[in-house]
């Protein structure tokens, strides 16, 4: 199932409303955001409990948040994880990995989590060599195609400027019908 939004640039705006659309009520309900760099938009979805893993050492844009921030490698982390979380979240992350990491980064997703969340841009955007070590330079290209079994939400205009677009994966039990609450949802910015 997927949505194609063709007319919409992108924005944060733009992006939380989505985001906030796929995440469904989160009241009394928990979060990783796993790559999770400044965090700028999950700390406003309101979960009541959050947790935010980066390989790096970051500061988090709501500073109430830092005490939430665990730095590490999120496969050390999924892997001796014994939490399982509403929802799982890696927003501008998966195309830090070489593709077969980024498999295996959704494998453990689902294990970990009810649903699960990718956001990445659209295809192979400033793709450079998998040798690459810095952990801010894109090691693969992502499309919806790659996420059998999950909804996608397309914005093929997402970054104009980057003549690029990006797109929403996610997964949780009875996808079609999540689909379709979140398709009605977004009907105000379609």
């Given at each position: ?135 801010d330079s894109h090691k693969s290209g992502w499309l919806p195609e790659d996420f059998k079994g999950w909804s996608s939400i397309v914005i093929p205009n997402f ?32």
């Open positions: 199932m997927q949505l194609i939004l063709e007319n919409i640039e992108g924005s944060g705006e733009v992006y939380l409303k989505i985001l906030k659309a796929i995440c469904g009520d989160t009241e009394n309900k928990s979060m990783v955001d796993l790559m999770c760099h400044h965090a700028p938009y999950t700390q406003m979805l309101g979960f009541k409990t959050k947790t935010y893993i980066d390989i790096l050492d970051r500061k988090l844009d709501n500073t109430d948040d830092q005490k939430y921030f665990i730095c590490n490698d999120i496969f050390n982390f999924l892997k001796k994880n014994e939490i399982i979380y509403d929802v799982a979240i890696c927003s501008d992350g998966i195309e830090h990995l070489p593709k077969d990491k980024g498999f295996e980064l959704i494998e453990l997703m689902l294990t970990n989590s009810e649903m699960q969340i990718i956001f990445t841009p659209l295809g192979e955007y400033m793709v450079t060599v998998e040798t690459d070590i810095n952990p970054h104009p400027k980057l003549n690029t677009g990006a797109f929403f994966a996610w997964h949780c039990d009875n996808i079609e019908h999540d689909f379709e609450r979140v398709k009605n949802e977004l009907k105000s910015i379609i």
